[in-house]
């Protein structure tokens, strides 16, 4: 590229428009915040977008090294993504370990990293807490990782779930120091809802959010039978009631609102709520009413889940297309990030 182009932050290449990327980890089975957070909007773009989503089992190494478990898992969030009504026909779905490239682009990315800034981000600190004795390099960098995820398909669109949104920002603070130190290859990418906020949902416990690997019972897991998704429900935490016409709601009490919101009709959350401002309200009515909407949302996703983990043939075929797919999207990316770099000796 020119000096001149370099200067003007023209791109190397012109973007490609609406690209999307997004992953989940294989660390255990997918849950309401996931479908919520991300793939129910992976299947809302899936037919005017170009997707790339991912199984992001090289992440999953960062807290789990134990690799024993990964095959069966892997398959198993490929199997979920689909019972979600991700289509492998539509976006191009893979597993991140199949694409080298992205451990290139990683590499090259760490050196546009800084030590400060990633011992700042909030998912390090809270995995620091949670796990001192495995403070690796990879859950250090794993920021980085995660924009040479995104950045190897020059997305600009990011699905994701609130807890992401620092991430999201590290990611264009890398972008941008790339762009203006080799020149402009990447578009800045960006979280991206269907509607206008990311999503939390949170834990059934009243603190924190739904997750794949902590929290077990405040969590409401795609392969929780129906008794287990009942009682999980039943066992949320409430109080005794307000006692004042329309209080305000404590944060717990909220949060089944929430819940309720995404899989209960409206006229049964006006119900409830207007229970709730006039006093009368009965948490164990209400429960019981989330607790066999979720089943109703639930149940058949986890059917069409064990369907497709029946047919190993299909989830094969399903990550060799997925991987072929990606592959040809990272080895053009890298062609444009190795000239950009002046890594073309010949
Ligand atoms: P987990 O935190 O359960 O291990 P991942 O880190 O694999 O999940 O995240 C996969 C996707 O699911 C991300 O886009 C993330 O933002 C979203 N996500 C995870 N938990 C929640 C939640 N409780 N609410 C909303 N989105 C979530």
Redesign the pocket.
Known sequence: MSENQKEANLPIAPFPKNVVM???????M??????????RNYVRMQDNFECYFMV?DL??LTTHPDTSLLKNQVKRVIAENIACGLDPEKASFYCQSHVRETGELYLYLNMLAYKGELEKTVTFKDKVRQHPENVNAGLLTYPVLQTADIILHRASH???????EQHLEMARNFVVRFNHRYGTVFPEPHAFNFDQE??????LDGT???????NAYS?LYFGDDNDLIRKKVMKAKTDSGPTEPNSPMPDYIENIFQLMSLVSSDDVIKKYKSDYDNCSIRYGDMKKQLAEDMVQFMAPIRQKTNDLLANDEYLVKVMKDGAEKAGNSARKTMELVRNAMGLNYF
């Open positions: 997004s992953g989940i980890r294989p660390t255990g997918i849950h309401l915040g996931n479908y919520f957070g991300a793939i992001a992440h999953s990011v699905p994701v779930g609130k807890d992401q990311l999503i939390k949902v949170p834990g924190g959010k739904m997750s794949k690997s902590e969590t």
